[in-house]
């Protein structure tokens, strides 16, 4: 489970938020994991076995995705895409449910795909 997203401007602050968010959820018995950074020193700050498995030793790799709110990640070049998988886009067969559906897989909690997904609504809106 992805906690959040935090940005700040330096490298210091990035190595201090993490140790306090570790400290902060271990007082309440919580154990923060899969933590991964497009900086090289705070990746060497955390330990190993909280780091996310793909961001080990893949700095500058272009493959290096992470899932996270609902969207990959990619932290080396730090930047988002949305994949959307198993669409059962049919002409032949464009109705309502299958519209719901597949708008339903479209998950953007941040808004960032806000203009595709308003027109998916749309279209649903004047299928009714």
């Known amino acids: 489970m992805n906690v959040g997203l935090p940005s700040v401007q330096t490298e210091q602050q990035a190595i201090s938020l993490q140790c306090q968010l570790q400290d902060l959820f ?11 950074s497009n900086s090289t020193e705070v990746l060497n700050s955390i330990p190993q076995e ?5 961001s080990t030793s893949k700095l500058g790799d272009s493959d290096n995705f992470v899932k996270i709110l609902g969207m990959e990640y990619n932290s080396s070049q730090d930047y988002f895409r ?13 109705i309502e449910r299958n519209v719901l559906s597949d708008s339903s897989k ?4 941040l808004g960032l795909i806000a203009c595709v997904t308003i027109v998916v609504k749309i279209i649903f809106q004047q299928l009714w």
């Open 26 to 36: 271990a007082s309440g018995g919580f154990k923060l994991q899969e933590w991964d």
């Open 50 to 54: 909280i780091r996310s498995s793909r």
């Open 106 to 109: 479209i998950f953007d909690p």
């Open 82 to 94: 949305f994949s959307i998988a198993d669409l059962s886009i049919n002409q032949s067969h464009l």
